[in-house]
């Protein structure tokens, strides 16, 4: 079974701190995204990313950067944190780069309070 | 870009009653994928059916691309089949979309004993 693992379930961190988001797939996944999702706007993807050191804008990216040094292992950045960045985070991954047709997998998500 | 569209926004059933969720998509597309989000928040998925039917035990799904909706069924519901169902979609064309879904805002299931 796939797994995508995010590093921590909750986390609490104040306005102006720099916050990281890890995740980790162990498929060997070309594609990797991060997602956001807030009651009553659905999930809206941030970030994603097709390959390593490779990078592209979702939907929502304003006030976050992505990192994809190694291949399973992708990271969300919030420069400075905002108490509107207060949500829960989903991070998934999917195979097959460039064929688009592979099921996506989602790791448990990081619910982020920001105060 | 594209819209999707999910009804009904709320169901609730009692045990061993079977359902029908529907999600209809403004655009032709390339990927639909249904997903179950457990109480806890689990994000689970279910069926990759950008055409056709598929079964997997009591749920089935199928999509119709031409008329652009697609279908999951569920049959002798269980409580455990609670929480929240979502239908997502890629469209087609562009080379470098790589498996970017786009979410419905999802159904709202309670199943109770």
């Known amino acids: 079974d796939v797994k995508v693992t995010q590093s921590s379930r909750y986390l609490v961190k104040r306005t102006g701190e720099k916050v990281f988001l890890e995740c980790v797939q162990d498929?060997?996944?070309?594609?990797m995204f991060w997602y956001r999702q807030d009651p009553g706007l659905g999930l809206r993807l941030i970030y994603f990313s097709y390959d390593v050191k490779m990078k592209e804008k979702g939907d929502i990216p304003e006030g976050y950067s992505v990192s994809r040094e190694k291949k399973e292992r992708f990271s969300l950045i919030l420069e400075s944190a905002s108490t509107n960045q207060t949500s829960m985070y989903l991070c998934?991954?999917?195979?097959?780069?460039?064929?688009?047709?592979?099921?996506?997998?989602f790791g448990n998500g990081t619910r982020l309070t920001v105060t | 870009g594209i819209q999707v569209e999910q009804s009904p926004p709320d169901l609730i059933l009692q045990e061993g009653a079977n359902s029908t969720l529907r999600c209809n998509f403004s655009d032709s597309v390339n990927n639909l994928q249904w997903f179950h989000q457990n109480p806890w928040g689990q994000l689970i998925n279910l069926f990759y059916i950008p055409s056709g039917t598929k079964q997997n035990g009591r749920l089935s799904a199928t999509t119709v691309a031409t008329e652009r909706y697609s279908l999951l069924y569920i049959s002798s519901s269980q409580t455990t089949d609670s929480g929240v169902y979502f239908c997502a979609v890629e469209t087609l064309g562009g080379g470098t979309s790589y498996g970017k879904l786009t979410f419905g805002q999802g159904t709202i299931l309670t199943v109770h004993p």
């Open positions: 498929m060997d996944h070309e594609n």
């Open positions: 998934a991954s999917s195979s097959e780069g460039r064929a688009r047709n592979s099921p996506l997998h």
